[in-house]
């Protein structure tokens, strides 16, 4: 059943937009998308999902609707982005990237500057908003990443998705060095594997990019997600207790644990300068 999602509103701040983003195709950024997503809004957290592989899309067929209005729409008939925010399983809500014609569609400056206007429109609706990216880096991801707060690496144990995955993050950390990124590495066989995949990653990022990768959680390879794709129903809902389900509900809560702890420190640092100014002022500096 299709269903518009109603206007929600949020009480306090505005949305922590996050991009998905890997090198190599196929690794399970829009899996993870939704089943991160249905996993943080299970803890309260108020969910939208932008599939912003435009053309190639799929969020709409995981969360099993289709045929919906897209990206691509909203720029051609001029509707606005809140028109085309649907209501996925798991109380997220998501706008599609589309399919087919969608991929004639190319954003160019006006739509983009719409697009993030709109955006900062929405964004008090909800506490998260991802950016489904395609794979690689292209122009048009470059343009929305202005948008982005935080990114999330999604890469599997295999060396090409680790070389492109770092590929992918020189690009992005040459544009805006500061973006807190974080690794989730995808279709491990085993829990040691993910974190000896982070530990590869991160080592040749903080050497040769200068940038600390944050580590979350290993997501195992798991039959459970393949038959829940074909089932068009996220994996969370349909195999709560699948290994996969469970190493996302953990990824879920260490990545809101180590998002509030850096709140916190960041509320906490206009004090931190405000005294150590204070001692300077005394120090006659
Ligand atoms: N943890 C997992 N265990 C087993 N299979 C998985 C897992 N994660 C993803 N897959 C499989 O990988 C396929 C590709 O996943 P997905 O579409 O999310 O990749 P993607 O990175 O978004 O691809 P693209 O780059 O084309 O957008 C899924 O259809 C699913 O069958
Ligand atoms: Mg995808």
């Known amino acids: 059943m299709r269903q518009r999602a109603a206007a929600e509103k949020k009480a306090d701040s505005e949305a922590v937009v996050i991009g998905v983003i890997s090198g190599k195709g196929g690794v399970g950024k829009s899996v993870f998308s939704v089943n991160f997503s249905i996993a943080l809004s299970e803890m309260g957290k108020k969910m939208l999902i932008i599939d ?35 209501k996925g399983p798991g109380n997220i809500s998501f706008i599609a990237g589309g399919n087919g014609l969608s991929t004639l569609f190319r954003p160019d400056g006006e739509h983009l500057d719409a697009f993030l206007r709109q955006i900062e429109q929405i964004k008090r609706n909800y506490d998260f908003i991802l950016f489904d990216f395609g794979a690689g ?43 807190p990124v974080f690794c989730v590495v995808n ?19 903080k050497k040769y990019i200068h940038i600390d990768l944050q580590w979350l959680t290993a997501l195992h390879r798991d039959n459970a997600v393949i038959r829940s794709v074909r089932e068009q129903s996220p994996c969370v809902l349909r195999y709560p207790h ?40 005394l120090r006659g500096k």
Not at 160 to 179: E, F, Q, T, V, W
Not at 251 to 263: D, G, K, M, S, T
């Open 187 to 205: 279709m491990t066989g085993n829990s040691r594997e993910g974190k000896e995949t982070w530990q590869r990653l991160s080592g040749a990022a």
């Open 137 to 179: 880096v292209t122009d048009d991801m470059l343009h929305y990443i202005l948008a982005v707060h935080q990114m999330i690496l999604v890469t599997t144990p295999e060396p090409p998705a680790m070389a492109d995955g770092y590929s992918a993050l020189k690009i992005i950390c040459s544009k805006n060095a500061a973006l």
């Open 242 to 281: 699948s290994r996969f389900s469970i190493d996302m509900r953990l990824l879920a809560r260490a990545f809101l644990v180590q998002y509030q702890h850096e709140q916190a420190v960041s509320s906490f640092s206009p004090f931190v300068l405000r005294v150590k100014k204070y001692f300077e002022l």
């Open 52 to 86: 912003l592989d435009i053309g190639m899309g799929n969020i709409e067929h995981l969360v099993g609707r289709s045929s919906l209005p897209d990206i691509a729409d909203c720029a051609h008939d001029h509707l606005q982005l809140s028109d085309a925010i649907f």
